[in-house]
């Protein structure tokens, strides 16, 4: 009986070693197994200096070595390269053998950090159907060259009140674009207005040269009243055929009052009568002293209200 319980715990105790070598078997195999899934890709990356100064672009090689089957992609100019600033990169062109390929590339970066020490270390990327893995290199580091020592506390500053005179120079170009943009916009106004503003203009023009002539006419009468010279009515007179003349572009001052009166047909009416009082005043010497001037303003000022109706309906 008791020769029967050892040959059972005998069983029992190999059973129990054969278990563990099985358990420790496995468990060796999968630690290798991710050992090696570890070092599969391993990329190095390092300075190509070991010192910085601010904003001065400094290389940084990032190089992998992996199985050619597999699909690798380094950072572009989107990733976030803390505490540098990417300013561009060079690539190498890949070296394959027959079951690697080396991929390199030069990143230059600059930094507008104070930090004595500053740190870096980049990835790979590794692409598969439904995901990216990545893998860092070591981190590597660079000291920063400082220009200024130490910061005093407070700056003396010079006062310097001299007046500096600082030539200005004209600014051409702008002037030029200014005076086209001007005259084409001066253009455009006068193709979509011209004709309005052109009429404006004319009438603006005639009521100027109507004043003009009423205030003339006026003195030149009230002179005739006051003295009856024979020069004095002679001048109304060229007043108004003058006026009339620049008016309707017709030589009136050279015209007698029956060529006047053949342009205008005003047979038996008042200024026919007017005229031909003046000219028997200069002619045959025979002085009126009814002779109404405000006829003759008056016609002129028909006239001219006549000639604004032209333009405006020109």
Known sequence: MFRSLFECSKSET?????????????????LLSICAMGQEIMPQGAFQKDSVKIGIPIPYTLSVKYDRSLSIIFPDSLYNFSPFEFEGKEY?????????SLDSVVYYLSTFEID????LKLPVFRINEKDTLRYFAQSDSVFLIELIAQLPDSVQLKENTTYLNIDTAFNYPYFLIGM???????????????????????????????????????????????????????????LWKRYLEKLEKRPYTKMTTKEVNDIYNYEENEVLQVLMDIDKWIYGGMKSENIHFDILKHFAQQRNEQKKEEVKNG
């Open 14 to 30: 190999n059973r129990l070693k054969v278990y563990k070598k099985a358990i420790g078997s496995t468990v060796t195999f999968l």
């Open 92 to 100: 190498y062109t890949t070296k394959s053998d027959s079951t690697e």
């Open 116 to 119: 004595s020490i500053q740190y």
């Open 180 to 238: 086209a943009i001007l005259l084409i916009v001066i253009i455009v106004l006068f193709v979509i207005f011209g004709k309005k503003i052109r009429k404006a203009w004319q009438i603006r023009q005639l009521n100027r040269k109507f004043k003009k002539f009423i205030l003339q006419f006026d003195v030149a009468a009230n002179a005739v009243r006051s003295s009856s010279s024979v020069e004095g009515i002679e001048n109304v007179v060229y």
